[in-house]
């Protein structure tokens, strides 16, 4: 041999093969992090996971449990439409949107189908009975999140939000 080392993993002298090791391991750490992340949670996994929740899920001060699944667009007129809301009942406003009713005791979903839907959204139609049931519009936003829920009548949660905000005049 003339002296120089030709495999880059078993040179001892001057620095030989040092970068290749660093950079071979960085691969590899990489490549095994990314094999130990989650898998990234489907749509469908997300609405199951929203109505697992459902089912014990109770009116606080803070309001409903999935209500922290909004998306940033839903979120902020929900925080608009608290700071303008009055001590009344508001219109559309008074029950659970998520299972459509007042008390979510022995809820239990019939199905779930989700699609591509508008603007890079997925709508997830679930289904708890005869003629009841909601769309919720997701967007991924760092995970899934509730950007609409649309009842059985066709109104949307975001519109009943709107409508009560104006209606207090704020």
Known sequence: MNGRCCAPFSCSGNN????????????????????AAPA?????????????????DQLT???WTWQRYLSSRTAALQRRYEAAR????????????????????????ASIATAPG??????ATVR???NQGVRLILVNERGWK???IIDAHGMRYSAALQYNIRRAGR
């Open 118 to 123: 508008a603007r890079g959204t997925t709508v």
């Open 61 to 63: 001060m803070s309001g």
């Open 146 to 148: 509730i950007d609409d």
């Open 40 to 56: 990234p949670q489907t749509a469908e996994r997300f609405v199951r996971m929203l109505y697992a929740n459902e089912a014990n």
């Open 86 to 109: 009055s001590g009344d009942a508001d219109r559309y406003l008074d029950y659970d949107w998520l299972c459509q009713c007042q008390d979510s005791g022995g809820f239990r979903i």
């Open 16 to 35: 030989g093969g040092t970068p290749m090791r660093a950079a071979l391991l960085s691969v590899v750490a990489g490549l095994l992090l990314a094999a």
């Open 128 to 130: 708890f009975g005869r």
